[in-house]
């Protein structure tokens, strides 16, 4: 789940990170507001939304006087902001944040992460900071300086005076960047977050760290540990159907071809995508509907494919191992019960009662044609995308 810059900030606050003063401001109206209560003349106002790239969007902007403020923030509020982490249509701007102006002496990079491969926390460092981290990566691998945490011992001292001296941090600075890691380590670990970065953390012109910009992932499987913070998910910054999905327990990615995908499982949902491209198709989505899926479940499933537009026919893909097939043939029949259906369907069943739920299948009168195997119901279904399309 991802969290907006103001809420990272939050958390930073509490565990004592430090961020520059700001306030959050969701009617242009409160504009003034804000700019008492943080002072001075001069402020940064950032569109909070869920991408990154906000500055080259425009979403990102340094306003001098209390006029240009309230100019900034009403043009912001209510628009939509696209940025390279977003499709053409953006993503809405129902609030932002306005900052105090900071007096920047160097600009850097700190991430953590979860590694699953080695199974520890990863801290990352680079000089390039403020710049697509990415592209660092890509164009000069030896700028991002790491550092392995053992989760037996927990951050070390060495490792953040390592991180310090790699950044040419001395005196009192080293000192601060190790306070600092240590409380975003806590951070990682007590919220259960996937991923942390700060790009950029600055160092001002007195000589302080300063976390400018706050990016906080947390893990979706953690959240019933942290009711407080799964009340922070922001529906509107996602795709209306992928949260629908997530509240009926689903995993459900919108993609942008024209044949929709209901399978159990990960793995077979990414093998059943790869053969239906192999077959000249295009896959509409991923969804999977997991091991232990209901007939409800399944219809609910089956009713936000089928919300799609762009959707031309779909593909079943269903292997009955802890899941039975019969149930997931009362769940498509319930669906199509319940919506109406103007695109091919193309079923393919194995498994546990596998022919019960065909038999069920063929006995309902409704247009669902049947494949006896995962080739076969690709051709089939990618020919009756092909034929619906022209």
């Known amino acids: 789940m991802h969290l907006h810059e103001y809420q990272a900030k939050q958390l930073f606050t509490e565990f004592g990170i430090p961020v520059p003063a700001g306030q959050l401001v969701r009617e242009s109206t409160a504009a003034d507001g804000a700019a008492m209560a943080i002072g001075g003349d001069a402020w940064v106002v950032k569109a909070q939304v869920h991408a990154g790239g906000r500055g080259k969007g425009g979403g ?24 390279r982490q977003t499709d053409a249509e953006g993503l809405p701007v129902n609030s932002v944040l306005v900052e105090q102006t900071v007096s920047i002496a160097r600009e850097i990079y700190l991430g953590m992460l979860v590694d699953r491969t080695s199974e520890r926390v990863i801290l990352m460092v680079s000089k390039s900071g403020g710049m697509n981290i990415e592209e660092v990566a890509a164009s000069d691998p030896a700028a991002i300086i790491t550092e392995s945490v053992n989760p037996a011992v927990g951050l070390q001292g060495y490792q953040c005076r390592n991180l310090a001296f ?8 080293v000192g601060a960047l190790a306070k600092l890691l240590g409380a975003a380590y806590r951070l990682l670990l007590d919220c259960d977050a996937s991923l942390l970065e700060i790009n950029p953390l600055v160092v001002t012109a007195d000589g302080e760290l300063l976390a400018l910009d706050a990016k906080v992932d947390l893990d979706d499987n953690a959240l019933f540990r942290h009711a407080k913070l799964a009340e922070l998910r922001d529906a509107s910054q996602e795709d209306e159907r992928e949260h629908t999905a997530q509240q009926h327990g689903l995993n459900y990615i919108r993609l942008h071809g024209n044949i929709a995908c209901m399978v159990n499982g990960a793995g077979l949902a990414m093998a059943t995508m790869d053969l ?29 494919i089928l919300s799609d537009p762009q959707v031309e026919a779909i593909l079943v893909n269903i292997f009955g191992g802890i899941v039975r097939c019969d149930l997931i043939a009362q769940g498509i029949l319930q669906a199509i019960g319940e919506v109406s259906i103007e695109v091919p369907v193309i079923v ?33 279904v990618v020919a009756a995308a092909g034929a619906t399309s022209s």
Do not use: C, W, Y
């Open 60 to 83: 990102v902007r340094v306003v001098q006087g209390r006029d240009a403020l309230a100019s900034a923030v009403d043009e912001m509020l209510g628009t939509r902001l696209v940025t």
């Open 166 to 173: 790699a950044l040419d941090l001395e005196g009192r600075q």
């Open 276 to 304: 239906i491209q192999l077959h000249g198709g295009s896959p509409a989505n991923f969804l999977d509907v997991g091991g232990g899926a209901t007939s409800e479940r399944v219809a609910e499933a089956f009713k936000i």
């Open 348 to 380: 393919r069943l194995e498994g546990t009662n596998a022919a019960a739920g065909l038999e069920l299948i063929a006995q309902s009168g409704l247009s669902v044609e049947t494949a006896s195997d995962l080739t076969e119901a690709a051709d089939k």
